[in-house]
């Protein structure tokens, strides 16, 4: 009744009820940014594009700078602009062989390229040096990666997933996620409610960043 009672308000006082909603979404997805996080961040796309620019100056002024590259080559695949990423990492390779971050953002860029089987050997590579690298999200990749052409071969690296991040909302989600996407209902109904009970056991301190993962959880195994 209240917010029908303010959406009132608010068109008496702008004199248009589409204005009116229009402000709510807004404060909506403020009030969402501040205390969930369910909504993609406006922002987010802009300060990438300004790492980009940046990044590329510094390029022009020093070609060798391997780390840029390396920063520039991760943006890029957050991008989806695997071949531009996949040269960038291919002309620091020789300085990177030891990082396992390198052969994963590598074994991305493949499987984006569509060369699976080579991306699948990066990343294994990545994982033979750490296999905790980037918190065990290179398992999660593989397991998106494989899921239509070998579903087995996905639900393995799911688990090893899953046994890395055990104690993760964010990471239950993914993997109740992947579990629906190969039909396994059971197991995709297990991982969410997985991750809403982690959730409710945090620290205050950590719920924030976990919030809107309890959340999708809770949404998604409403469609189970």
């Known amino acids: 009744m209240s917010k029908l009672m303010f959406f009132i308000f608010l068109s008496w006082l702008t004199g248009n009820p589409l204005i009116a909603i229009l402000i709510l979404l807004i404060i909506v997805y403020f009030i969402d940014r501040r205390f969930v996080g369910v ?3 406006i922002s987010k796309p802009f300060k990438r594009y300004r790492a980009i620019s940046k990044l590329r100056q510094q390029l022009n002024l020093n070609h060798f700078d391997v780390s840029s590259k390396r920063e520039l080559a991760r943006l890029l695949l957050e991008k989806k602009r695997f071949k531009e990423a996949y040269d960038l990492l291919e002309q620091v390779k020789p300085y990177s062989e030891s990082s396992a971050e390198f052969w994963d953002d590598l074994g991305t860029a493949l499987i984006g390229l569509g060369r ?5 050997q990066q990343i294994l590579h990545a994982l033979s040096l750490n296999e905790r690298v980037k918190y065990g999200q290179p398992y999660l990749h593989l397991a998106m990666a494989f899921r239509e052409n070998n579903p087995e071969k996905a639900l393995t690296y799911a688990a090893k997933f899953g046994e890395i991040q055990s104690s993760s909302s964010e990471a239950c989600y993914l993997l109740g996620s992947l579990y629906h996407s190969l039909g396994r209902k059971e197991e995709a109904k297990q991982a969410l409610d997985e991750s809403k009970t982690i959730y409710r056991s945090l620290p205050k301190y950590k719920k924030r960043h976990e919030r809107k993962w309890a959340l999708r959880s ?3 195994s409403l469609t189970l």
């Open 39 to 41: 909504f993609p961040s």
């Open 116 to 120: 699976l089987e080579e991306g699948e």
């Open 218 to 220: 809770y949404l998604k």
